[in-house]
C-alpha cells in the first residue's frame, strides 16, 4: 500500500474551495449507524459510506476535486 500525504481543511477552507470551483464533490464517508447518531451533513454532500468508496469510484466524476469527511 502506498502512502500518501493527504491534505486537511477547515470548514471554512472547504467553504471557500466550493465557492470558486464547481469541481469539488464532498463525499460523507460516515457509516449508517453513524450518520443515525449525528445525522447532520455539509449541504450538497453525497453519502458514500467508506467501505464503499473503492467499489463506487467508478461513479465518481473524473477530475473532481473530492473532499471526505467524517465524525
Given at each position: ?7 486537511r481543511l477547515?470548514?471554512?477552507?472547504l467553504r ?51 473532499v471526505a469527511?467524517?465524525?
Amino acid at each position: 500500500m502506498v502512502s500518501q500525504d493527504v491534505a486537511r481543511l477547515s470548514p471554512e477552507e472547504l467553504r471557500q474551495l466550493r465557492a470558486r470551483d464547481e469541481r469539488v464533490v464532498t463525499l460523507d464517508v460516515r457509516t449508517r449507524d453513524a450518520r443515525a447518531l449525528h445525522p447532520y451533513a455539509i449541504p450538497g454532500s453525497r453519502w458514500l459510506p467508506l467501505a464503499d468508496v473503492v467499489a463506487s469510484s467508478a461513479s465518481l466524476p473524473r477530475g473532481a476535486t473530492l473532499v471526505a469527511y467524517c465524525t
